[in-house]
């Protein structure tokens, strides 16, 4: 994921921290070397490169495929931030169906809420969607009325200003 854009590593924090899976950052343009080489020592053999070619290039996709021990590699990556999130929250629910049970919005122009949220979200089990202070993005939006059968529990971190109200509403 982009470590010069915190949302797209924010959205996957929780299920990384729940599933012990690391997460690598790298400028969005190059692999450093000293992340190859965190890769290898970790013994990494699935890479998901998070964020459109906007936000990670296919350099680093390519990069990435070629770190010594890794056997497959994928982008999941959407228009922006907002559906990045949804098309992550999707697959973590194919893979782990408690988190199609629960979901952690948060404030997705401003990290410090998502960053607290990451904790929170791993011991609900929630995916975490970054949504605007006034408004449900689409991309958003559609992923809650998508899985409102399973959904169980919305929580919103961060304060008034951060989340509306009027946007949970």
Not at 6 to 12: E, G, K, N, R, V
Not at 62 to 91: C, F, H, N, P
Request: charged share 10%.
């Amino acid at each position: 994921a982009s470590g010069t854009n915190f949302a797209d590593a924010l959205s996957a924090s929780g299920y990384s921290y729940n599933n012990k899976l690391p997460v690598f950052l790298t400028d969005g343009t190059t692999l450093s070397t000293g992340t190859a080489a965190a890769m290898t020592a970790a013994k990494v053999q699935q890479v998901i490169v998070l964020g459109g070619v906007n936000a990670v290039s296919d350099a680093v996709l390519t990069a990435a495929g070629l770190v010594t021990g890794v056997l497959t590699t994928q982008r999941i990556g959407g228009a922006d931030r907002y559906e990045t999130a949804t098309l992550l929250a999707t697959a973590i629910g194919v893979d782990t169906a408690a988190f199609k049970q629960a979901s952690v919005l948060v404030n997705g122009t401003e990290c410090p809420d998502a960053l607290v949220a990451s904790q929170y979200a791993a011991l609900q089990d929630a995916v975490i969607l970054p949504t605007k202070a006034h408004t449900l993005p689409a991309p958003i939006l559609t992923w809650l009325a998508t899985n409102q059968a399973t959904m169980g529990t919305i929580y919103t971190v961060g304060g008034l200003n951060a989340v509306f109200a009027t946007t949970v509403a």
